[in-house]
């Protein structure tokens, strides 16, 4: 059972570790509320998701917090419903508002639970739930110490095979930034490409450059014009279906900094630029990408930084250095983590006292 909700980089992940235990002969089932990409992504892969009826307790009105304690109980009853229906051998937790009454029942149920965390700073459930956990599977060092002396390890966070496989940049002409602020797009990111984009313009350097630029359907209309008027060379999309192709062609990434996006940046071997989103949950995307660039593998510019000035200028230095993206991209590779899936699937097996076809 995978207790898993909100966003894409809860969810996916545990997709991925679902795909491995499916492919050991595994029967895997997921917990979630019906508030999340959980609803749209677990069915298209393949998988039974069961709902809890749930809210959110951190960032949120007093309102929003006292209906959401007294909605508490029910959340439980149904998790132990949920539980006693499947019964199942173990429990891997990714967060998301499920996840504290499905790991707080499965407890009770003496069943092994493990926690995937793949942010920094870990959410409020897992906070509260990591010293009680059998296991925890961490993406970010800082992470470790949430949990018992002994009881967490390093693993990184499953993410797809072919940001693996990508080979490494070449030097190219004309340099190549990919732009993305994730499936929803990103105003802020958006908003400073164009400033740039005339910035670019009048230098005469927009000629140089390609660009990349996964938009958001909010706003794709927009900067589509906006690099036309510019005659700028650009690939623009509300979304791409294929990330990886993305970034292959690029020399250098403009994102945020949530949990998955770091995690196919160090497996792709890609030096970046961080703009963390700022209403995050514990500020959690800031200190992904502050332990980024604390080893070397991206810059970091908070959200209110971010400017068509200092996106110019940022790009500028890294455009005019090829030996620091270069050790900026080693930095990033070094930090990626091959065979998260299968290393989950491996633990839960073990604490579950089965075994897999695989």
Sequence with gaps: ???????????????????????????????GTSRGQETRLVPAAGFTLEL???????GRSLFERLKTLAALPASFLQARAVIEKWHP????????????????????GEIPVVVLE????????????????????????????????????????????????LPRREARTPFTLLITGGSQGARR???????????WNEQGRLAEL????????????????AYTKYEAAAEVSPFFD?????????????????ASAVAELCAAGKASILVPYPYAADQHQLLNARS?????????????????????REVEALWKSPAELARMEDAARARAKPGAARRAALLLERLAGVSGKA
């Design 52 to 58: 809890l009826r749930t809210g959110a307790l951190q």
């Design 210 to 225: 390609k660009i990349i630029h996964q938009t958001g359907a909010g706003e794709f209309e927009q900067l589509r014009d």
């Design 189 to 199: 990111l958006n908003t400073a490409l164009v400033e740039a984009l005339g910035l």
């Design 242 to 258: 294929d990330m990886p192709s993305a970034f292959a062609g690029a020399d250098l990434v403009i994102c945020r900094a949530g």
């Design 89 to 108: 051998a173990a429990v891997l937790s990714l967060g998301g508002y499920s996840s504290g009454p499905t790991m707080l029942m499965a407890r009770m």
């Design 118 to 165: 793949p942010n920094a700073r870990p959410g409020l459930a897992v906070r509260w739930a990591a010293p009680f956990v059998d296991r925890g599977l961490v993406a970010f060092p800082e992470a470790l110490t949430y949990f018992g002396e002994g009881h967490a390890e390093v693993s990184g966070i499953p993410i797809r095979k072919e940001f693996f496989d």
């Design 292 to 312: 980024q660039a604390g080893v070397g593998a991206a810059r970091l510019v908070e959200d209110q930084e971010m400017t068509g000035e200092r996106l110019v």
């Design 1 to 31: 059972m995978i207790a898993a909700g909100g966003t894409g980089g809860h969810v996916l992940p545990g997709i991925e570790v679902a795909r491995e235990l499916r492919a050991r002969g595994h029967v895997c089932v997921f917990v």
